[in-house]
Structures are given as C-alpha cells and as structure tokens.
C-alpha cells in the first residue's frame, strides 16, 4: 500500500521561499514511478505544478511557474521536494503530492492528474497580499 506524506506548508510572506517535502511509504527508490505535485483552489480544477520521475534526474515544472519553482528527489529515497520561490498570493493553495507508478514522468502528465493513483492529504500554502 503506498502512501504519502506531505509536510513544509504553512504561510510565507510575499517573495519569501518554502520547500515542500512529499515522503512516500510502501515504495522502493528503484521502483519506477512519476511523482506530481499539484495544487488545488476551492471551486477550481486541480493543477499541475511539477514533477519529478523516481531517479529524480528528469523533472517538469509548469511553464507559467519553472522560474519560480522546481522539483526535486533524493535519488536513493522516496522522497520528494517542491522548492517555491519568490512566492506570490496567487501561490496560495493547497498542494499535493501524488505518486503515479509503472513509468517515466512525461509533462503532459501535468494535466493528467486523475492518472495518478495515489495522493497525500495535501499541504496548504498561504501568501498574504
């Protein structure tokens, strides 16, 4: 059974950095999966933000966000990494990770969220205006 954790939410100020950390369980660094962070607005549709495929070296960011955020994975754990940077109000959400197993990440997998079988709880992210 895999599951994930994620953890480093909170409030940050405008312009300020948090790091996101998404700790999945029931899974083996070898094991080849696609893991996504996305984020979620009440009333709105969940969105890509990032990913990161399991030997952390091909990572896809959303292009409205690659120069903020990025992606990252312990290569020989199962643990994952959203850095945010230069955060901005519109940033505040609820963010996700989720873990899509049996294969390489592809970007279009930014827009596929349903696929991704396995979800965290999320984390929520606050930038006051």
């Known amino acids: 059974q895999v599951k994930l954790a994620e953890s480093g939410g909170g409030s940050a100020q405008a312009g300020g950095s948090l790091r996101l950390s998404c700790t999945a369980s029931g899974l083996q660094y070898r094991d080849k999966f696609c893991m996504g962070w996305f984020r979620q607005d009440p009333e709105k549709e969940r969105k890509g933000v990032a990913l990161?495929?399991?030997?952390?070296?091909?990572?896809y960011v959303d292009y409205s966000l690659d120069d903020r955020f990025a992606a990252s994975k312990d290569s020989f754990k199962t643990t994952g990494y959203l850095q945010m940077n230069r955060l901005k109000p519109e940033d505040t959400s609820v963010y996700y990770c989720?873990?899509?197993?049996?294969?390489?990440?592809?970007?279009?997998?930014?827009?596929?969220?349903?696929?991704?079988?396995?979800w965290g709880e999320g984390t929520l992210v606050t930038v006051p205006s």
């Open positions: 989720a873990v899509r197993l049996g294969t390489y990440c592809y970007r279009d997998f930014l827009g596929e969220w349903p696929e991704f079988a396995y």
């Open positions: 990161v495929e399991f030997g952390g070296r091909d990572t």
